[in-house]
């Protein structure tokens, strides 16, 4: 197991070539978000731009479409059809999809679950999108609960999972709350290895694993237990998946990256820190 140190910004932020264009760094489509949960996406979309990428683009059901839209000018939102997503909206999804290619090429990811729901017309239409796709792509929160269905659909993509311990338990069924580390470390290794995919299991220390190798995360603080700071964990692996670094490298990185964007904004707010705050300290952590 690799202790992940700040060292590793180095690998995934290489200065910038005066000449750059948009896109150059990347474009992330961000998919979640539903009547109830409608901030998943804007936060995930908001750590990518501090993460660096150069353009977010957002799909989310009606309501959520609407409050995304007015939560900051620098997002560019799409409103599914209806109250939640399902397979009438995936045509317009894969158009979105499609042409985020044609102008960001290779540099471009898709980061998707946060809100989404549990229907099961949501969860096949999650499956359905997914075994579509060849892009990069993080799927986090109810896109794990999707994938659990039909582990196919990601096997040997180039994708990174984001479950928490219980949402890695529906993955699995393996219980790891009582593990010690390197049994954890060993599970989460053999699991990846096994879905083909990178696995990012978050915790007080997050294990992040290929399959191959195994990389442990110290960064954070118990003030992260507030709601969305999994989503801004998600959007910040989409950036980097978009701006071109490999699932591995990504994930290990957006890992410490978060964690120590936490850190920085408890010292700050204390208990009272919001995914909002974690999401400015960004910056910060990658200067």
Do not use: W
């Amino acid at each position: 197991m690799t202790k992940i140190t700040k060292d590793i910004l180095k690998k995934v932020y290489p200065p910038r070539k005066l000449g750059s264009r948009k896109y150059d760094h990347g474009l992330l489509l961000v998919v979640g978000g539903g009547e109830f949960y409608t901030g998943s996406p804007a936060l995930a979309a908001m750590a990518a731009f501090r993460a660096g990428v150069d353009m977010v683009q957002v799909a989310a059901p009606q309501r959520a479409a609407d409050v995304i839209a007015g939560f900051s000018p620098n997002l560019a939102v799409l409103p599914f059809q209806g109250k939640r997503f399902d397979e009438e909206d995936l045509s317009t999804l894969m158009k979105m999809t499609q042409a985020a290619k044609v102008v960001a090429k290779e540099k471009t990811a898709v980061v998707i679950g946060g809100g989404l729901g549990r229907s099961e017309k949501t969860k096949q239409t999650i499956l359905d999108y997914l075994r579509d796709i060849s892009i990069k792509s993080v799927i986090d929160a109810d896109g794990v609960h999707a994938v659990a269905a039909d582990t196919a659909v990601i096997s040997d993509k180039p994708c990174i999972l984001t479950p928490h311990a219980f949402e890695f338990y529906v993955l699995t069924k393996q219980r790891v709350d009582d593990m010690g580390l390197e049994e954890k470390a060993g599970v989460v290794r053999t699991v990846a290895g096994r879905l083909g995919c990178v696995i990012v299991l978050k915790g007080q220390k997050d294990i992040i694993s290929d399959g191959k190798d195994v990389a442990i995360n110290t960064t954070g603080s118990p003030a992260l237990t507030v709601g969305g700071t999994g989503d801004t964990l998600a959007g910040i692996a989409g950036a980097l998946l978009a701006m071109g670094v490999e699932p591995f490298l990504a994930a290990c990185s957006a890992a410490f990256i978060n964690g120590k964007a936490g850190e920085l904004a408890e010292r700050k707010f204390g208990v009272g820190l919001l995914a909002t705050d974690l999401i400015e300290a960004i910056p910060e952590v990658i200067k």
